[in-house]
């Protein structure tokens, strides 16, 4: 890993921009608050943040999230010194950010998926990691930043978040050393896990519970799948966060070793979560273009729901589970 280059290319950047990928997660969104507060902590600089869809609720109390910016904030047409990238697998899951990586002076694509190619001028992709939030404490180290309590606070619910609180099996000793010297720095590790596992809103409990009243099982109920409607999402007033976990819930049946959820989107195709306990899942949504990691990716399919769930069902079908 570069990190001389990358301490020099933030050292020597006057105007700086910080990218999370589409429907942000604790991971991304951990990073790129950790990334932009260590960089303030360590140069005095302030960074522009960009979430490319709205920030779920349950991240608010992230430190500087407050100044996340969106696509209408920007200028389209400003050439930034340096674009960063944080857990941003594939180029095209920052959707229309894309126009200001590409104009920037240079890039930056820090990540821990396998499946990443790599497509910035510098690359540091950690697949052994956690997550970003441990690619990124990693880097800080070896610079010999200094981490604050912001940063910290940031880094722990990138980790915690990614590792499904140290329950997944990405959950190594590295990580539990990271979590070990966030802690020491001041992190509150009860406290972060109330607001990230204890702050569901009765819509969300509801609306999972009548998604899993519906799932299906197939192969002496090896796998595990519902479909949600648009029309169930109005029924109960739900949003994209109410989505959260709801895969996991599936897999974690006793029986279960593949789960998916199928969710129908405007503008009419089909957006896939899966899970599994030993199945490599990643490599069946990157027959549909997804990818991420062994245990938990996801994909798209241009294909109205039924229709997008029948082509998911017979990909599986050729596989062992």
Same mark, same amino acid.
């Given at each position: /890993? ?8 933030? *050292? ?13 997660? #604790?991971?991304? !969104? ?15 600089? *302030?960074? =522009?943040?960009?979430?490319?869809? *709205? ?11 407050? %100044?996340?910016?969106?696509? =209408? ?51 540091? &992709? ?19 930043? $200094? &981490?604050? !309590? ?24 590295? %990580? ?14 009860? =406290? !972060?896990? +109330? ?6 809103? +009765? ?27 648009? *029309?169930? /999402? ?8 109410? /989505? ?16 998916? @959820?199928? $969710? ?15 199945? =490599? ?8 273009? #997804?990818?991420?990691?062994? !245990? ?12 997008? @769930?029948?082509? /998911? ?9």
């Amino acid at each position: /890993m570069d990190y001389s280059k990358l301490n020099d290319i933030i *050292k020597s950047s006057k105007n700086i921009l910080i990218i999370s990928h589409v429907n942000p997660d #604790g991971d991304t !969104l951990g990073s790129m608050c950790g990334l932009f507060s260590a960089i303030y902590d360590n140069f005095k600089k *302030k960074c =522009d943040m960009l979430a490319v869809s *709205k920030v779920p609720s349950v991240y608010e109390f992230l430190p500087n999230v407050n %100044t996340v910016k969106s696509m =209408d904030d920007m200028d389209k047409s400003r050439e930034y010194d340096l674009v960063i990238n944080v857990d941003v697998a594939s180029f095209d899951r920052i959707c229309d950010a894309g126009i200001l990586f590409e104009k920037a002076k240079f890039t930056v694509n820090i990540d821990h998926h396998k499946t990443n190619n790599g497509y910035a001028d510098l690359n540091i &992709i950690d697949a052994c990691a956690s997550s970003t939030g441990e690619v990124l404490f990693e880097c800080f180290e070896k610079m010999g930043w $200094k &981490i604050n !309590l912001d940063t910290a606070i940031c880094l722990y619910t990138a980790i915690l978040t990614d590792t499904g609180s140290f329950r997944f099996d990405n959950t190594k000793p590295k %990580t539990f050393e990271c979590a070990s010297k966030l802690i020491e720095i001041g992190v509150n590790s009860s =406290d !972060l896990y +109330k607001k990230v596992y204890e702050s569901d809103s +009765k819509t969300l409990v509801m609306f999972q519970a009548h998604c899993i009243s519906k799932a299906k099982f197939m192969y002496d109920d090896k796998l595990a799948y519902t479909a949600v409607y648009r *029309k169930d /999402m109005e029924k109960f007033g739900a949003n994209d966060e109410c /989505m959260e976990g709801l895969t996991e819930k599936l897999r974690a049946i006793v029986t279960t070793q593949i789960a998916f @959820v199928a $969710k129908e989107m405007k503008s009419g195709a089909t957006k896939f979560s899966m899970r599994s306990k030993f199945a =490599d899942v990643a490599q069946i949504c990157e027959v549909f273009g #997804g990818g991420g990691h062994k !245990l938990a990716a996801g994909c798209t399919i241009k294909a109205p729901i039924d229709e997008a @769930v029948k082509k /998911m069902l017979d990909e599986i079908k050729q596989r062992e589970i």
